[in-house]
Structure formats: structure tokens, C-alpha cells
């Protein structure tokens, strides 16, 4: 939630970040407690030049064992044929490239690819648009309504997703659902009993409505409080130089908040392309396997279907395509702390 | 400045209007739960449950192995989050206030570790968990939970580390505090917030990981709240009432939880941002 503000924090004032001396000093810090430290010592003290890698230890190993290692087991488990048989009998059965050759090879994989893209696309730019403009109306409402809209974005915000699946389904259900009551009434009697889950478009329309749902409220929300940090001088000048809403939103409160969309834009990118319970919940990747996207896809062929050792291949190329699409904004942050 | 009196109102019509989109879905969501089932199962909806009933909560928490689920869920959710928050507080801090040889590395090891698709990587999991004879236990989901969770605590607490003026710490070790002292008297209470606030995501994932409990832990009691819910709504999808109470009672911990911490996870992140 507050991975922007770290990157407002480095963008606004590299100067406190720089804080005067050369960091690696303050390893040392230890010894200070004796007295005001020398204004420049150079080469820290070697505890102090072990202390980050300590610090974080526990993380790194935890990373190492618990992500590390399910990975390159799953490398390797790519490169094998493992189906029911092999994994009853513990057999290891070497296939080379043989997985990775068969899944380029179909047309579903590239078909499933391209519809994780679109999909995930339609629902970020959804999310970003929608997020921003509620956040926007945020500030401009008073403190009643403002913390009435909180509540209720609060409210979406935290329902689990399994609970939220299970009443959206309900919503949406065919014979009593209040959507469809709600379409009939507006004089739309086609859906009166429309099934959503029986086409893929609609199926998608109802995935959709429910991610945007829930994942608005932290756009909007952490929009809102990120704008109460923009000093109101520059709201002020800008007002004064005549500028409109829309240009008041692109040359104040777009530019100082850049870190916030970038950071924003590629957890809801992530988000959204690994949404998996959603879209399994809602119908399964159904129908006839239209609404897979990639994480369902390789699910449904390693775990429902049994071909572990294709499913291992299908996982890691759906991290290679998630890492492609943010491979931008990962450089982009990076290149940030060099600059620190 | 005063504004004209339609610019005052399609603000307040828009956000009474989103308030009511936001906020029907868990509206109905309690209101089916509280509902006899001649008024669920009905043409034209009932909007309020005048003739209300807890029949529905009644065969929730009976169902096969609810308190043992809810137990184990409550047990690996707090664990998780309360290892994650430690390690992350660690390694926030190191990454942070000290500049070292790999540090970038590291932290595009943490960003990327963010990214993992958990979904995809239940068989090797499966794999390594069989072989270790963790099957249906709740070691394997604890540690596994607490990593899904590390990266975006880590890296979040990163912010709220940042916005405390380095200052503050200086000053208390000039005034004879070790730097651990100096830490834990001065910068963790102002990390209170960020705390609170990341732990909310964390909570949140760790209580609806549902892919992994799903391969792990098939034995009926040692599944998480989760796959009671799924199973519970295909043995009874027929049912509304009764489906809508048993997702009730798993979404409202977070929901109090939420309602409680959210504003402070908010005025955290404000005072945080306005450091910088």
C-alpha cells in the first residue's frame, strides 16, 4: 500500500535522503553511544559492514527456501514427463525440451496468452482510470461524504475474495439474482433468466465487475491520501495561472504523484495477471475453457488434468511473460536507487 | 471559495451513488444470510430481512469440521503475518538506512519474489512437501504463507521506514542509546502505523490463500477456512442462506479488522508521504 510513498519519498527530497554523510557510516553507528561520532571515518568497522547482510538474513533465506527452491524444482520438473504414473511410482523421467516444444508449439497457449494480455490490460487501465477519479472526487467532497464513500470503498476493499466470488455469484445468478432482477425491471426483459456464465464475454463481464470492485478502493483510497501531500501553493499557482480542472490534474497532480501511478499501475499489473481464484471460482475458466487465463490454464493442465510436468512448463513461462510486461517498471526502479 | 450550487451537488449525487455500488454487494451478502429461505428463494427480491433468522448461521457453523478449520486458519494467518512483519522489518530497515555491496540485487530479488504466481507453482510445492512427509499439516502452509506475504511487507515497509527522519535516531544515540536502543525507543513506535497497515495485506492474503490448501492439506480437518468455504458451497450451492452465512463468517474477521485499522493504514500512509 505504501510502495508509492517510498518512491514520492525519493523523488520529493533526495536531499534528507542523502543526509550529509556517506551512509556506509552509519553501520558504525554502534559505538556512537560513547560520544558524538568523528565528522569522517571512511572505512566502517567491519561489524558494521556485516550488519545489513544480517539484517536481512532471515528474509533472503526464507526467499532462498521457500520461493528458490519450489522454483527450480519446478525448472526441472519442466524438462520431465511427470504424469500420474511417474508421480505414484517416484520415476523421473527426462523429457528435454520436449514440454516446452509441445505448449510454443499449440495455438490454445498462444490463444490463452494473448486473452491473459487483453484481459489484463482492460482491467488495470479500468482500475487506474476509475481508481483516480473516485480518489479525485475524494478530495473535493466534504468530511461527511467523504467518510461515507470510505466506509463503503473500505467495505469492498476488505471482503476476501472467496466470500466476494461466492456473493457475486449469487448477484449474478440466473433465476434469483438481483442483477437480473434489477435488468428486467429497467425494461431489459431479455435477461430475466440470463445465464452469465453460459458465454465468454459474459463470463469475462462478471470477472471483470469483480475485480474492478474490489480492487478500486486502494486506488482510490491511497490516491486520495497521496494528494493531501501535494503542497496547496502548487494548487494555488496553478489555479491562478488559469488552469482548468484537467490541467490542473496533468501539470500538478500528475507530475508530483508520477512514483504513485508507476507503482500503482505495476502491483495492479501483477494483480491482475495472477488473479486466479476469481476466475476459478466463477466458472472454472469455463466455458469450454474460454475464460482461462494463464494461471488458471497451467492449473487446470498440471493439477486437473494430471500432465505436472507440462504444468511446470506453462508456470514458467507465465513468469516469463509477467516478468516481460513489468521488466519496464523494475528497470525504472532500480535506475531510481542508483540515483539515491 | 464558493462553488455554484450544481457544482456542490453532482460530487455528493456521484459518491452517494458509488457509496451504494461499493457497498450493496456485503450489504447483500448479510442481508441473504439473515433471511428465511421462502425470502431468498423468491421472483421479486426482499431488500431487508423483516422476518429474520439465524436458522442459516446455525447449519454454517454446524457443518463437518468448522471450529477445527477456523482454528487452523487463525492459527497459520497470525503466524504468518506476525514472522513476516519481523523478518520484513529487518530487512526494511538494513535496505533502508545502509548502503551495501549487492543491495540492488537484493531488492530486485525481493520485487520479483512479489511477482511469483503461487497458483502455478502448487505442484512443485506439492512435490517438495510430499517428500518432506508435511503433507496435511500446518507447518508447510505457515512457512509458505508467511514468504507469500514477505515481499510486499518488505517492500512496503521500506516507505514507512524511510519517513522517519534519520535525525530522531542520531539524537537518541548522541544521547548514549545503542543503535538497537535508538530503533526500538524512537523509530519503531513511529513505525506503528506502517505496521498495522501492512499487516491488513497480509491478513487479507494469508486468510484467503485458497490454491495451495486446496493441493496441501485434502484431509477434512486440517484444511483452512478457505476450502470449508468451497466445499461448504458445492455440498449446499443450492442453498443461499445458508452459503451467504458461511461466507459471512469468514469475511468478517477481516471486515472488523479492516474497519478498525483502515484509518490508521490510511493516516499512516499520509503522515509517512508528507515526511518525505
Known sequence: MAVQLDDAVDKTAPQTGKGGAPPTRRGGGRRAGRGPRPPARHSPHPSARRAPYLLLLPALLATAVFLGWPMVRNLLLSFQNLDMKELIQHLTDWRGVGNYQEILGSEQFWRVTLRTLVFTAVNVVLIMVLGVLIGLLLARLGKKMRLTLSLALVLAWAMPVIAATTVFQWLFDSRYGVVNWLLDKAGWHAMAHYDWVGTQLSTFFVITVLIVWQSLPFVALNLYAATTTIPRELYEAARMDGAGTWKVFTSVTFPFLKPFFLATTFLEIIWVFKAFPQIFAINEGGPDRLTETLPIYAFTEGVGNLHFGMGAAISLLTIVVLLAITAYYLRLTLKQEEEL | MKRSLAGRIW??????????????????????????????????????????????????????????????????????????????????????????????????????????????????????????????????????????????????????????????????????????????????????????????????????????????????????????????????????????????????????????????????????????
Open chain 2, 11 to 276: 460530487p455528493n449525487a456521484t459518491a452517494i451513488v458509488l457509496a451504494l455500488g461499493f457497498a450493496f454487494p456485503v450489504y447483500w451478502m448479510f442481508s441473504t444470510a439473515f433471511k428465511p429461505t421462502r425470502d431468498i428463494i423468491t421472483e421479486d427480491p426482499v431488500w431487508f430481512p423483516f422476518h429474520g433468522t439465524v436458522e442459516h448461521f446455525a447449519t454454517a457453523v454446524n457443518a463437518p469440521h468448522f471450529w477445527t478449520l477456523a482454528g487452523n486458519s487463525v492459527l497459520v494467518t497470525v503466524l504468518a503475518v506476525g514472522l513476516s512483519l519481523v523478518i520484513a522489518l529487518c530487512g526494511a530497515f538494513a535496505l533502508t538506512r545502509m548502503r551495501f555491496k549487492g543491495r540492488k540485487g537484493i531488492l530486485l530479488t525481493f520485487m520479483i519474489a512479489q511477482m511469483a504466481p503461487w497458483e502455478v507453482m502448487v505442484i512443485s510445492i506439492y512435490l517438495i512437501v510430499r517428500d518432506a512427509d508435511l503433507l496435511n499439516s500446518l507447518l508447510p502452509l505457515t512457512c509458505f504463507y508467511m514468504l507469500m506475504v514477505l515481499p510486499f511487507t518488505l517492500l512496503t515497509l521500506r516507505g514507512y521506514v524511510a519517513a522517519v527522519p534519520k535525525e530522531l535516531e542520531e539524537s537518541a544515540m548522541v544521547d548514549g542509546c545503542s543503535r538497537r536502543q535508538a530503533f526500538l525507543k524512537v523509530v519503531f513506535p513511529l513505525l506503528a502505523p506502517g505496521l498495522m497497515a501492512t499487516s491488513l495485506f497480509g491478513f487479507i492474503t494469508a486468510w484467503n490463500e485458497f490454491p495451495l490448501v486446496l493441493v496441501l492439506n485434502k484431509e477434512p480437518a486440517m484444511g483452512t477456512l478457505p476450502l470449508w468455504l468451497s466445499q461448504f458451497q458445492s455440498q449446499f450451492g443450492d442453498d443461499w442462506g445458508a452459503t451467504m452465512a458461511a461466507a459471512s463468517i469468514f469475511a468478517v474477521p477481516i471486515l472488523v479488522l479492516f474497519l478498525f485499522l483502515q484509518r490508521k493504514a490510511v493516516g499512516g500512509l499520509t503522515s509517512g508521504a508528507v515526511k518525505g
